[in-house]
């Protein structure tokens, strides 16, 4: 939790890169709060999921287009960029929230595996820092983003005063624009639903064969406390995410059947 | 679980690419266990997460590297393959079993979250497909496969045996070779520890910087019951992981004392 009196200071990356809409706002939000810090990629990485970049060098360099906040553009992925700004750019300074978006596009349910947005989040929590990762449900690249804002601000400020379980990132999921308003937030659970993919195949001009992941999403859990529940009616979802993967409830199961 | 009298239906997959040395002991063990088809990235992918490839097309060819066994090579990451496997390669047909690896390297405790030979398990798991990624805690790329190739198989069977628990992938870890042989097998939770990340600052010819991500792993989880503590004592890891990373302890916590 940020002391008393003094000025939280606040890390902000994202996936989409350091030029999307969604960071803009999400770093405008975070000077209402705090210092802001900026370390997000040079490009979109999106479906990056927890990638580290081991086999080539990373650049960094400063960048001018925020006003009044130290930023700097990445090339490596949104984890790379949260273990930069921790062992590089911010040294001896810990951070008092890791926030991670607006991300252009859901996060929801299985999507966090595949998530770049989390993945700095998840990092964070790694480093021991309390970390949000916010998505907007809505994969338009102009998308609007004044119905959220004002929970933004209030998650990051219940985060910051109330702090954060060891090894937990929040994963934030905000409807898409509606006529109506929002309704709420709702605490959940990731939703146990999947991608039914289908690859388009295509042939280029010489002749060589080529496919596009393309695909539809698909709920069959009907249960009213997962996070995909909370968007379909409308609330802003928040999924407390660990970064320990263990199935601990298999583990005694093993131990008693397995022969090995 | 498999049909008695049927042959198993085994896909092969990694993330250190098609030519490695350890892809090539996982499927001649598989050989002995059922029939093998390998869809496996055409070049490393260490490091990966569970990315998926959404902004670039994919290329796939069918390979001859393995004797008697139907194999292709795909531009994707692991995830992108077992996705190509399942939706376009094998279409119809059900692996009866996904094995991922062996991956030259450890990917125990946090280091599951970074790597591509388990999210290619992790992503057969959210198929609802048995699966089980390999890895041998040693980074040579001539590493001593012959002290483990048993386990695998033994693991490999047991699983076909037993079935799998819904949502759950095997995290199989496997010490680097010594004098004395492997101990034995413990079913572990996966230790909580993580990188202490090092950049190394270096300037190239043209007086620009750039960064090389460096560091060492820090384990301080002193638990008997983890995956660091059975690779150190000599025993092979077996960590059943799963794909829902809600930290279903912290719900309660936060709808009771959250005000939002």
Partial sequence: M??????????????????????RHLVETMQRIGEVVVVAPNSPQSGMGHAITINDPLKIRTSDIFDDVQA??????????????????LKDRVPDLVVSGINHGSNTSVSVLYSGTMSAAVEAAIESMPAIGFSLCDYDS????DHILE????????TLKRGMQKGVALNVNFPAKREEPIKGVKICRQAIAKWREVFDEREDPYGRKYLWLTGEFENNDRGEDTDEWAIKNNFVSVVPVSFDMTAHHAVAFMNDEWDI
Same sequence: chains 1, 2.
């Avoid at 940020?2 to 960071?23: F, H, M, Y």
């Fill in 151 to 158: 929970y933004v601000e209030r998650i990051a400020r219940q």
């Fill in 2 to 23: 940020a002391e008393k009196n003094k000025k939280p200071l606040i890390l902000v990356s994202n996936d989409d890169g350091i030029t999307a809409k969604g960071i």
């Fill in 72 to 89: 700097f553009e990445c090339s490596g992925t949104p984890a790379d960029c949260v273990k930069i700004a921790k062992n590089y750019v």
């Fill in 142 to 145: 102009d998308a609007e983003f």
